[in-house]
Each structure stands twice: as C-alpha cells, then as structure tokens.
C-alpha cells in the first residue's frame, strides 16, 4: 500500500539522487515508488537517520551541479567523452550517462551524478545527456537533467540544441518545457534550421502553436 506521509514522500524523491537506495523502497512494473510504514519507534528512528543523510547527499549533489552549470556557461565548449584507455582519469561513466538519458533511467543518472559525473559532458558529436533525453522523448528525464544543471541551449557540433532534437523527433511537452526554460525557438543550426522551420516541414499545428510560429 502507498503511504502519503510527506517524510516518506521526500524519501522516495531523494533516494533519485543517491547511489545507494534505502532498502525500504521497493520499484514496481509502472516505476512508482511504494514504501513499508515503520511499525516501531526504533524503526521511525532508522527511517528519520536515514531521510537525513539523503538529504545531504541531494544538497552535496545539487551544489555540484550548480557549481558546473555555472562554469558550462562562462565556458560552453563542452567535454567530449573519449574512451575509457583514454580518459578514464576524468569521465569514467560517460557512456553510462548517455545511456541512462537514451533510456529515461531517472535513477541511473541520479547515481552518476552523485558519482560527481559533469552533466553537460557531450559525446564525439557534441550531444549531451539532455539532447537523448529530449529527441527519445523522456519527459521526466528532461526535467530531471534540467534541474540538475544541465544547459539547455548546449550545441553540438552542428549547432543543435535540445530544443531542435525535441521538436524534430515531435515531442510537444519537451519542447514547451524547454522553451520556458530560456530555450529559443529561432535558435539555428548549421542547416540554418530554426525549431520553427522544423516545425513547418512536419505541418505540425500544435508544435507551431507551441513554439509560437506566425
């Protein structure tokens, strides 16, 4: 039975952004969390201990994020991720992050950030966990990844940004959803294709409407 407390609610919502998750918790088929309710005082005890060393490892992680989100825009190259042999020493779970934003895998990524992964690290073409996030259509994902510091208006290295992924792959709540978080409809890429003409060639309506096409 899901239990509505908002001390386990928190829980749940934190356990995304560490690398061990409470044993409490347990995921079912529709990836909602369900919790057991403590039958006793020692066990209310164990539950507040462990709500509050979640709770430091989230701000811990969230300061990072901060911190490189910060740095990404002063610097927007962003790192390419090279081969392990290579660049072990510096992102030795990029394609992990890749693959966990490619699969809409909240809690994945939620370990690898506490890992200290650089969110806004980018493949040999420049796309970044958000842009698999956003041209796959994992909402939650986005959302998830943009809280978290990563840049909406990254480019690759011909000039899309997650905005273009989303509305090329006809992912209208992505698209609303990074356009009120300062991305930018006539943003262009090297095509000199703006969301909006992308917009125009799949004739849709509502993506046009979104974007705010005259």
């Not at 934190?14 to 061990?20: A, D, E, F, K």
């Not at 539950?47 to 509050?52: H, L, P, R, Y």
């Not at 290295?157 to 509305?167: E, F, G, S, V």
């Given at each position: 039975?899901?239990?509505?407390?908002?001390l386990?609610?928190?829980?749940?919502l934190?356990?995304?952004?560490?690398?061990?998750t409470?044993?409490?918790?347990e995921t079912?088929n529709?990836g909602e969390?369900?919790?057991?309710?403590?039958?006793?005082?020692e066990?209310q005890?164990l539950?507040?201990?462990?709500?509050?060393a979640?709770?430091?490892?989230?701000?811990?992680?969230?300061a990072l994020q901060?911190?490189?989100?910060a740095?990404y825009?002063?610097?927007p190259k962003?790192?390419v991720?090279q081969?392990?042999?290579?660049?072990?020493?510096?992102?030795?779970?990029a394609?992990?992050?890749?693959?966990?934003?490619?699969?809409?895998?909240?809690?994945?990524?939620?370990?690898l950030?506490?890992?200290?992964i650089?969110i806004?690290t980018?493949n040999?073409?420049g796309?970044t966990?958000?842009?698999?996030?956003?041209?796959?259509g994992?909402?939650?994902?986005?959302?998830?990844l943009?809280?978290?510091?990563a840049?909406?208006?990254?480019?690759t290295?011909?000039?899309?940004?997650?905005?273009?992924?989303?509305?090329r792959?006809n992912?209208p709540?992505i698209?609303?959803y990074?356009?009120?978080?300062?991305?930018?409809?006539?943003?262009?890429?090297?095509d000199?294709l703006?969301?909006?003409?992308?917009?125009k060639?799949?004739n849709?309506k509502r993506?046009?409407?979104?974007?705010g096409?005259?």
């Open positions: 039975m899901k239990n509505s407390h908002p386990f609610a928190g829980i749940a934190l356990s995304l952004l560490t690398i061990n409470v044993s409490a918790f079912i529709n969390e369900v919790i057991t309710v403590p039958s006793t005082a066990e005890l539950w507040e201990e462990a709500f509050q979640e709770q430091l490892r989230a701000e811990k992680a969230r901060k911190e490189r989100q740095q825009r002063a610097n962003p790192v991720y081969p392990r042999q290579q660049q072990a020493q510096h992102i030795p779970e394609g992990e992050l890749f693959d966990a934003a490619s699969s809409g895998n909240i809690q994945l990524i939620g370990q950030l506490a890992q200290g650089d806004n980018a040999a073409e796309e966990a958000l842009h698999m996030a956003a041209a796959r994992h909402y939650r994902a986005v959302i998830y943009v809280q978290n510091g840049y909406v208006n990254a480019k290295i011909k000039n899309w940004i997650p905005l273009h992924h989303a509305t792959f992912r709540n698209v609303n990074l356009l009120k978080h300062n991305s930018s409809a006539y943003q262009r890429t090297s000199g703006s969301s909006i003409d992308m917009a060639n799949l849709d993506l046009l409407s979104i974007l096409a005259r």
